[in-house]
């Protein structure tokens, strides 16, 4: 339902992610401006109607909400341009919902303090069909009344929001959390291979790795909606997978810390960067694990329709 609210967000970053962001919260009711670097992004979602404007020619906001690539991005779009440090007016909070480094997050965060902003990090979860429809999860990192203000956009934007501790923590839990991800993906597929290979259906495979102890949300979700299924299209792609994990390595190596899987797992996942490339839908990593056992679920998917055509 659409609900007035006096609250002025600007949404900064109108990828899958970013826009799809713009558009709920201005379905919600709140005041919302989007800006791109991209003026075909500016476009797109003026199309959409929701009111947009070029990074040099922001108006004040209670919120910024940042949706970007990289650490790199977010220190560009804080310190330089537009340089919300000197632009935002006081008081107001900086959200950034990207996946990134703890490490910059954490310094960025105590730059925007200082500047008498506030500051959240954000990351989601839930792809870009969570954004539109509002049920993103959230990891958050900052202060306690920041979330209080920042709840109603909050609210409007997740349907699971977890508070993890102070500035830099939502990043450093997503990085687990992509890392884990990561990690079931390979995992889940060589356990459906070694069952696939001494003659049980894939399926029926996961449908008893779902019912034990092995379970994950890799074998209830991902499997049937996206590899199973042979559609490849969650939204998030097998880089910003790999970008991911460098950054969790990283912040390990940071830490002192020697976590021998995590560095494996970051190894299989650069061993061949045509599989998957880039840019292929990330549950890919399973498709050559997969083939070992002749398991080839886009085929199969594509015989299913043209029998039931």
Not at 105 to 126: F, T, Y
Not at 303 to 309: G, R
Request: some cysteine; charged content about 20%; aromatic content about 4%.
């Amino acid at each position: 339902m659409h609900q007035e609210s006096d609250m002025k967000i600007i949404v900064i970053g109108l990828g899958q992610m970013g826009g799809n962001m713009a558009v709920t919260l201005d379905r919600a009711g709140f005041e919302v401006v989007g800006s791109d670097v991209f003026e075909v992004a500016r476009t797109r979602l003026t199309e959409q109607g929701v009111t947009t404007a070029a990074p040099d020619a922001l108006p004040a906001a209670d919120i910024y909400l940042l949706s970007l690539p990289t650490a790199d991005h977010v220190r560009e779009v804080i310190e330089r341009s537009p340089g919300l440090l000197d632009s935002a007016p006081r008081g107001s909070i900086i959200v950034d919902t990207s996946t990134s480094d703890p490490t910059v997050s954490r310094e960025l965060a105590a730059k925007v303090i200082d500047a008498g902003l506030e500051w959240l990090d954000a990351p989601v979860s839930g792809g870009p069909k969570g954004a539109a429809l509002g049920k993103l999860g959230m990891l958050l990192g900052g202060e306690v009344a920041t979330l209080a203000r920042a709840a109603p956009m909050l609210e409007a934007l997740s349907a699971k929001r977890t508070h993890v501790g102070g500035p830099g923590s939502g990043h450093v839990v997503k990085l687990a959390n992509n890392y884990l991800c990561a990690t079931n993906l390979i995992a889940t597929a060589e356990a459906v291979t070694l069952a696939a290979k001494a003659g049980v259906d894939p399926a029926a495979c996961l449908s008893g790795l779902n019912s034990g102890s092995g379970r994950s949300a890799i074998s209830e979700v991902n499997f049937p909606e996206w590899i199973l299924s042979g559609r490849f299209d969650s939204g998030f792609t097998s880089g910003l997978m790999r970008k991911d994990l460098r950054l969790a390595r990283d912040a390990a190596e940071g830490l002192g810390l020697n976590l021998g899987l995590l560095e494996q797992v970051v190894s299989d996942w650069h061993a061949d960067r045509e599989k998957p490339a880039d840019a292929d839908d990330f549950n890919h990593i399973t498709s050559s694990i997969l083939a070992q056992a002749n398991i080839d679920f886009a085929l199969s998917r594509a015989n299913d329709e043209e029998t039931s055509a």
